[in-house]
């Protein structure tokens, strides 16, 4: 820090459950909790995760920008993690990001690999823990 510059504390980020996240949440960052992985979607450079928790769905969005700031080949963790999902395996999955209104459907983007979390490890621990078992 140089001199004459002062500290700054980022914007807390509030949390919110499914149940809870609506069309006022859009634009902002949220922290998203107490959700299930449905089903992985992956192709080059976009990844969509369907979360769930009662009726409520989410698509939660890992694209272009998340691939380019994230390590190489990350993309393979997704479809690791995908192939885990269809075996019916319930997993727990949180994540912080921003909210947005895709098609008129309130969704999540994700930017950065640390800023979600896949039974409570980030992705690539839980893999490397899930193989282990």
């Known amino acids: 820090m ?3 510059d002062t500290k700054t504390k980022a914007p807390s980020v509030r949390r919110r459950t ?3 996240l609506n069309e006022d949440d859009v634009g902002f960052t949220r922290a998203l909790s107490d959700v299930y992985i449905d089903s992985v979607e992956v192709a080059p450079n976009r990844v969509v995760i369907r979360a ?3 009726s409520r769905n989410c698509d939660i969005y890992f ?3 998340f691939f380019t700031s994230s390590p190489v080949n990350f993309i393979n963790r997704f479809v690791e993690l995908r192939d885990i999902i269809k075996t019916n395996k319930r997993l727990s999955f949180s994540c912080v ?9 309130i969704s999540m983007l994700v930017n950065k690999h640390s800023d979600f979390r896949v039974e409570d490890l980030y992705l690539s621990i839980f893999l ?5 078992k």
């Open 2 to 4: 140089k001199e004459g």
């Open 128 to 132: 490397v823990n899930f193989k282990s």
């Open 52 to 54: 769930y928790n009662g």
């Open 63 to 65: 694209e272009e920008f």
């Open 97 to 105: 990001g921003e909210v947005i209104n895709r098609d008129g459907v």
């Open 18 to 20: 499914l149940l809870l």
